[in-house]
């Protein structure tokens, strides 16, 4: 059994199928609660009090407390169609601060339910329908989107470091801030077994001490919170009279939800790269579930009175950290989360971390992420090479952005201010250089059908006249001949298909188009369901199945990755999507 081409992550204790015991659970739950919890509140205090509606901040934290544990637990649980599967927390959504206090402002808090409610089902919509995207939602665009994540959080995380009460001692700050990383790093980095998945909380505990030998942890916020009950405060009801403030900012709250579920599509994308020991192709479909997850929980803010909520992109670096994958964390995430919120004592306990260790113990979980969305890019670059330029050129200008060195006074003010954030500049850039760099394509339509091979070699065969890929047209024509069966074999159309001559077959469509002299075919058919595993993985562990395999689906596979020099296959729930570049050298099928 031959294992040189597959690099396992040795780290991994838990992957994101294994069962854990329920008291690890719920305590590593409770951890990832603890990291997400300050952006589960502190964004909702921003955007009420920005409004001037102090008196509905307690209710809107409270709110998005609910929302964000009840979307943990449909992350992990996942439900039909909600729920990625992974270990994924949510916080509030920074990124609709500014559209959120708009909305406020103009038409209070039904306003904002009614709009958010809105780019909800909006959000629903676009993970139904995912599949249209696929072009320009590529490794490069996420992988970028993850790494200007914490160059958009870092700022924010910095000057917390510097938050300290009146009186307190100005070296007591970034003293519990040093011990805080000092004790995650050091755990992390040295330790060995169990106790390396406690480096964020043990951290966050011994900055907890420090900062109390100081006096400045808020004792008084937790003695003060009574032990049991909800703020005051009320659902605020749909503003369904649709006036001129709805429509004025409904497209920017449906653009805002866009960028949001680009963030969330990389975030979900990022969970998969470090949930597996193994490395596996990304599964869209599990992509499609976190961003349906999304739209569920920012319905419920929405019916609530609260902001929007995004997936964490810290569940993910915690991972990096911790060594722990398992679903099941989120889901105990959640229900931490749900009972927080009827518990204020509780929730008084972590409100009362002073900001500097909580923005330490965050800033070296977000660190690891930068590393997960460099990975994610690089991998992309092999396939193509623009793909490296797309990615610079785009992470430096959302850093540009992020840091007003760009025409800061024009951009503040262009199209609200929007621009003004690196994550949104820069993941908007990353889509529009990708749109741009699809080449004009050849097509074929007809049937997932090896009647029809007659067509595609003559589809192939002029596609390579025309773009002068003659040389390899050979090689053209028997990888489309091995895809197509291999099709067949994965969504269940070669058996029996003699019987059952009036069969309906499923639909196929092929793209052709050239790309620095090589040939990239893309092959798509409807979707067979959720259980088949992906060919891109089957290929990397074809070694490792030739005893379970069929013997014509393995000579099919094996000829596949002899004739392709890259193969990608992208599965979601409506549609399935594989890819293939094609060269006058023979490839690895990777």
Not at 548 to 555: C, D, G, N, Y
Not at 574 to 590: E, K, N, P, Q
Request: charged share 15%.
């Amino acid at each position: 059994m031959k294992r040189s081409r597959l690099r396992t992550n040795e780290d991994l204790r838990y992957e994101a199928g294994d069962r854990i015991p329920g008291p690890l659970a719920l305590a590593l739950g409770a951890q990832l609660g603890a990291l997400a919890l300050n952006g589960v509140v502190l964004m909702p205090t921003i955007v009420f009090r920005a409004a001037g509606a102090e008196e509905l901040v307690m209710w809107a934290v409270f709110a998005s407390v609910l929302a964000c544990g009840v979307s943990a637990i449909l992350q992990g649980a996942r439900l039909g169609r909600i729920g990625s599967g992974y270990a994924l927390t949510h916080i509030s959504s920074a990124i609709f601060i500014a559209v959120c206090v708009e909305a406020l402002v103009q038409g209070g808090p039904g306003l904002l339910a009614t709009l958010v409610v809105v780019s909800a089902v909006a959000q629903g919509a676009l993970s139904a329908r995912l599949s249209l995207l696929h072009r320009v939602l590529t490794p490069v665009v996420t992988g970028t989107v993850i790494m200007l994540l914490p160059v958009t959080v870092m700022p924010i995380l910095f000057g917390m470091l510097n938050e300290l009460p009146p009186g307190a001692p100005a070296y007591a700050g970034p003293v519990s801030a040093v011990v805080t990383i000092s004790t995650i790093v050091g755990i992390a980095l040295k330790a060995k077994g169990t106790l390396r998945l406690w480096a964020p909380a043990a951290g966050i505990v011994a900055g907890s001490l420090v900062s109390a030998f100081f006096g400045i942890y808020d004792t008084a916020r937790v003695a003060d919170a009574a032990w049991l009950g909800i703020p005051d405060g009320r659902l605020p009801g749909l503003d369904i009279g649709f006036g001129p403030p709805f429509w004025t900012l409904l497209p920017a709250f449906l653009f805002v939800a866009l960028v949001g579920s680009t963030k969330s599509i990389a975030v979900a994308v990022g969970a998969q790269r470090v949930a597996w020991r193994r490395p596996r192709a990304v599964d869209y479909r599990a992509v499609q579930r976190a961003v349906a997850a999304e739209g569920a929980g920012n319905l419920l803010a929405g019916l609530a009175g609260t902001m929007p909520n995004t997936p964490h992109a810290g569940a993910v670096a915690a991972v990096e950290v911790t060594g722990v994958a398992a679903r099941s964390t989120a889901v105990a995430a959640g229900l931490v989360f749900l009972a927080l919120a009827f518990l204020p004592k509780a929730l008084a306990l972590f409100l009362a971390i002073p900001a500097g260790v909580v923005a330490a113990s965050i800033a070296v979980v977000m660190a690891t992420l930068f590393a997960v969305g460099m990975r994610e890019a690089v991998r992309s670059m092999g396939a193509n090479p623009r793909n490296g330029l797309i990615a610079g050129v785009s992470f430096w200008t959302g850093v540009a952005f992020e840091f007003d060195m760009i025409f800061p006074a024009f951009f503040a003010e262009f199209a609200g201010g929007l621009l003004s954030n690196g994550l949104t500049t820069g993941g908007l850039l990353a889509l529009v250089l990708t749109a741009l760099s699809v080449r004009r394509k050849s097509q074929f339509r007809g049937k997932l059908d090896v009647a029809e091979l007659p067509r595609i070699r003559e589809f192939i065969q002029m596609f390579a006249a025309r773009n002068g890929l003659e040389a390899i047209v050979e090689r053209l024509d028997a990888a489309s001949e091995e895809t197509l069966l291999t099709l067949m074999q994965s969504h269940g159309e070669a058996d029996g298909a003699e019987e059952a001559p009036g069969r309906e077959r499923r639909e196929l469509l092929l793209t052709a188009r050239e790309e620095d002299g090589e040939a990239v075919l893309e092959f798509r058919v409807g979707a067979a369901g959720s259980g088949e595993l992906n060919l891109q993985d089957r290929l990397e562990w074809l070694e490792e199945q030739t005893r379970v395999a069929r013997v014509e689906h393995e000579i099919s596979l094996r000829l596949l990755r002899h004739l392709a020099s890259s193969v990608r296959h992208q599965q979601f729930h409506d549609m399935d999507i594989l890819t293939l570049r094609v060269s006058s050298v023979a490839g690895g099928g990777s």
